[in-house]
């Protein structure tokens, strides 16, 4: 009786709480095949709340109240479409059958996300671009970002600067290396999770022509997030243990005003790996105000402070004395751990943003945007003094074992230092007592903490304009300029109990200055001061872009332009004692023209057979890293310097069917006159350098091809089958220039370097990946996916493949050379091929209005320590002579990282 009286009351206060609610509703269907169209996005536009099609289509939107609203269905692989929406005071209002049509280059709602490996990028990992862009509903891009790039795989084996990316038109990549610096924004996934536009490879875009890589732009507004508060936590074992994020968005009110708020912390006392930390937050706030149907002014702000340690990469020799876990750049400092290597990034940015509807066919958008804060890493220096790191080479046992040394005694010494643990990590009170030794002496600090800085202060100004010339053909028209002033210095973080540093090169020769500002000599240095070097970059930007887009029955054309030019100085503000006339003050300007070309076509023969033909032709300016080669001591440059031409084509067949789609598609990229830029020893026959090496002239070639395949087995079961298989080399033999202290004027021309048909280092080039997944009609689901990877390659010493590397410029005798040992000795590296198995697991729950996840997934279920991410040839071994003894080769060998075996991320959220 209880019960049933419970029962009647609970139905009369829902009654009572649904009375004046209306509720809308409908099914969203494909066009061409009629069939239901799961998990596409529906937007009621003026209050910004979204909700997912189901397994059947079904939307639904609860408490809607009385006014004029525009519904608008997105998706992956479907054109936008758009329906006006009267409410009034009725209880419902169903809507029925909504039709959508397939289109495989619509604007794509997808999902970035990145791997740790590209917040933990450091000047020796190349910044992976693991899973940059390439996670979307698309088969191919979806697995290649979430099961292969787990492991360092790269789309194409593309560089992260091919990628442009955007906030609400503003270009976010670097102007030091072309680069996306994504930790800017790290922990805003609510913001980020769906952009407004994203391209894949030579897609068109409505908002720049784009590199070949894709653009991807983020539209902030919060009319166009869900309108919801979201709370989430994540627990993992990887760079952070713990994450914690909360938004709140009202969507836009009745008042025409809109308010964003959404904050982050991720952080870990110890990462995956001994002695790295992470500490990050983030904040971003969001502002609209429409003021009528035709203007709509937005404010963006938003950064992403962090601190990290980084880890070390080793030779074979370490891991095998030390373990595959092992990181040199830590040590114990009064019983905790202490890391030479902190990165450091807070760079803030706000934008306001106006959005014109000048009529029903045409819009401008129009941003101004200010972004400022530092980029800076610290580690150890010292000044008349040994070089700290257990990993020098001093403490190998093989160097004890190198012809001329012959010294087995203390080799083994070494050896069982390393194995039992006594030795291995920095060693910090000894830096503090031979510190204290100078103290005493009144000289000069032996040891210090020095933090490199990169402080950009950027101002732009982009306005795009979009209109209709006729109900079938769109016109883009979009100009940007940008002003970027970067400020370049090392500063003392930290004396380590030194009273001073001094400010002298201790590398200096006899009879040299030594002094790295001779404008104020022998300087004594103190915490907070800039030393060793300081400049400015100042580099200016514009462009101007315009495309057209036509739409038939059978056909869509697309073709764009965009001409741009860029321009750089740089400003010394010390005057280095090798470089009085390159050093100090402003340097001459360095100005590039540059133009590119895309047209895209899309042949529809019938609603389930397509193919998509993609040209792009474009050139490059070099980057402000490229054109300053050396920039930290002088303003040289190499002599010819030329923009880098990319010509690109792509040819796709696409295949839909109700329960089965499937793309094929084959690529070709070539990259002409682009350079590579890199720091190192260099041990020749002839000297030793500490350098900075260029090459210039750089061609490199990418083909291959991609396949992928999804076949829906049953309503709730669905198989992925995808593959790339490609192939990327360096295509000819690059000019070879090293930039160095030690070299007269600066430079020195080394003429070619022998790269052609060597593998570019760019991750696995070739992937494979086979998925099963279940969902269940009870909203949980369960998948396992089986990855193989191979052609995975060491990044090769341009220098050992020289003339000098075997002293033929100076010997051109050949005679002493054998040539099998030399191709043995240049023979590139090749990693393993591994397998991997990814699992990943979740559930959803719905009361009322509230929402509910859990998910899981688990990488390297197998626990595959063996597989090598990635590494690169030291450059330190740069003579025939020396790399013929076994031991000099095991010292000098090449550094790499390996993973880490199985890793997990738990993440539970709840929205309302």
């Known amino acids: 009786m209880n019960k049933l009286l419970l029962s009647v009351v609970f139905v009369i206060l829902m009654g009572i709480a649904l009375m004046g609610q209306t509720r809308v509703s409908g099914i969203v269907k494909d066009a061409s095949t009629g069939k239901e169209v799961y998990d596409l996005s529906v937007l009621l536009v003026e209050t910004g709340e979204e ?3 189901d397994r059947i289509g079904y ?4 408490d809607v109240k009385p006014g004029t609203y525009t519904i608008r269905i997105s998706g992956t692989g479907y054109s936008r479409m758009e329906q006006p929406l009267m409410v009034g005071n009725e209880n419902r209002i169903e809507l029925g059958d909504l039709n959508v049509q397939f289109n495989p280059i619509s604007d794509t709602l997808g999902v970035i996300t990145l791997t740790e490996d590209e917040l933990d990028d450091d000047e020796s990992s190349s910044q992976s671009s693991v899973g940059l862009l390439q996670s979307s509903q698309d088969v191919f891009a979806s697995t290649a970002a979430y099961d292969l790039g787990a492991y360092w795989f790269r789309v194409r084996g593309y560089d992260n600067k091919y990628n442009d990316v955007f906030f609400n038109g503003v270009k976010m990549n670097k102007i030091d290396n072309g680069r996306v610096t994504f930790n800017n924004w790290g922990g805003l996934n609510d913001i980020t999770r769906r952009p407004s536009e994203l391209t894949y490879g030579l897609e068109p875009s409505s908002t720049a022509l ?3 890589g894709g653009v991807t732009n983020f539209d902030t507004r919060p009319s166009t997030l869900p309108k919801r508060t979201s709370l ?28 964003t708020v959404s904050g982050s912390r991720r952080w870990a006392e110890e990462g995956r790996i001994e002695g790295t930390f992470y500490d990050a937050w983030a904040y971003y706030l969001g502002v609209e105000k429409k003021f009528n149907d035709r203007h709509t002014l937005h404010l963006t702000a938003f950064g992403a402070p962090n601190r990290r340690a980084t880890n070390s990469p080793n030779t074979q020799e370490v891991y095998d004395l030390a373990g595959t876990d092992y990181n040199s750049y830590w040590g114990w400092q009064d019983g905790e751990k202490r890391s030479e290597r902190v990165r450091k990034t807070h760079e803030p940015i706000a934008m306001l943003t106006h959005h014109w509807n000048i009529g029903n066919n045409s819009k401008l958008l129009t941003s101004v945007a200010y972004q400022m804060g530092s980029d800076s890493g610290t580690r150890l220096d010292w000044y008349k003094a040994n070089n700290p790191s257990p990993t020098y080479y001093r403490n190998m046992p093989s160097f004890y074992l190198q012809s001329g040394q012959d010294n087995p005694a203390m080799a083994e010494m070494f050896t069982n230092m390393w194995k039992d643990g006594s030795f291995g990590q920095l060693d910090w009170t000894s830096l503090y007592g031979m510190n204290h030794l100078r103290n005493l002496a009144g000289k000069s600090a032996a040891y210090v903490l020095a933090e490199d800085f990169q402080d950009d202060k950027t101002l732009t100004v982009s306005t795009n304009f979009k209109t209709k010339i006729e109900s079938n053909i769109d016109l883009v028209m979009a100009v940007t300029y940008q002003n970027t002033k970067s400020e370049n210095y090392r500063e003392i973080a930290d004396l380590l109990g030194g009273n001073f540093f001094s400010n002298v090169d ?9 002094q790295f500002d001779s404008m104020n000599p022998d300087r004594e240095v103190k915490e907070g001061d800039r030393y060793e070097y300081d400049y400015e970059i100042n580099r200016q930007y514009a462009d101007f872009f315009i495309q057209t887009k036509a739409n038939w029955d059978w056909l869509t054309w697309t073709f764009g332009a965009t001409v741009s030019n860029t321009s750089f100085y740089r400003e010394g503000n010390f005057q280095h004692y090798l470089y009085m006339n390159d050093s100090y003050g402003k340097s001459k300007t360095y100005d590039f023209w540059n133009f590119g070309v895309k047209t895209n076509f899309l042949f529809k023969f019938d609603g389930r057979n397509f193919i998509a033909l993609n040209g792009q032709y474009s050139t490059n300016a070099p980057t402000a890293d490229e054109v300053f080669v050396n920039a930290r001591g002088n303003s040289l440059s190499v002599p010819d310097l030329k923009n880098a031409q990319i010509m690109s084509g792509e ?12 793309k094929a598609t084959g690529f070709y990229t070539l990259a002409k006159d682009e350079m590579e830029k890199s720091f190192g020893y260099i041990d020749n026959e002839a000297q030793t350098y500490f350098a900075a090496e260029l090459l210039n002239g750089v061609d490199k070639q990418y083909f291959g091809t991609e396949l992928a395949i999804e076949a829906q087995v049953t309503t709730a079961i669905s198989v992925t089958a995808v593959a790339s298989i490609g192939q990327y080399t360096y295509n000819n033999n690059p000019d070879y220039y090293l930039f160095s202290d030690d070299l007269t004027g600066g430079y020195k021309d080394f003429g070619k370097t022998y790269l052609k048909d060597y593998k570019l280092s760019n991750g696995p080039q070739q992937g494979y990946s086979l998925g099963i997944e ?15 990877l191979m052609a995975n390659y060491f990044d090769v010493s341009p220098f050992n493949r020289t003339r000098d590397f075997a002293d033929l410029a100076n010997n051109p005798d050949t005679n002493f050379i054998d040539e099998g040992t030399l191709r043995s000795l240049l023979k590139q590296h090749q990693t393993t091929d591994e397998f991997m198995l990814n699992v990943n697991v979740g559930k959803t729950f719905r009361f009322g209005k509230y929402n509910m996840g859990i998910s899981g997934t688990v990488n390297n279920v197998l626990n595959n320590k063996n597989y090598i991410t990635s590494g690169f040839e030291q450059m330190r071994g ?4 020396n790399m013929l003894d076994e031991n000099y080769r095991t010292t000098f060998g090449p550094k790499m990282w390996y993973d880490q075996g199985i890793s997990y991320f738990l993440n539970v959220y709840f929205r309302f």
């Open 651 to 662: 040819l796709s067949y696409i295949y839909r069917a109700p329960r089965v789609k499937a």
């Open 878 to 881: 740069g003579s025939y002579q």
């Open 51 to 53: 909700v997912r099609t």
């Open 232 to 259: 989430s936590y994540s627990f993992t074992n990887r760079s952070y243990r713990n994450r914690v994020m909360a938004t709140y968005n009202t969507g836009l009110m009745n008042n025409g005003w809109g308010f």
């Open 59 to 62: 939307f639904q939107f609860v």
């Open 774 to 788: 279940y969902r269940s009609p009870n909203y949980w689901w369960l998948g396992v996916s089986g990855n193989y």
């Open 506 to 514: 201790d590398f200096a020769d006899a009879g040299q200055s030594g």
């Open 210 to 212: 784009g590199d070949i």
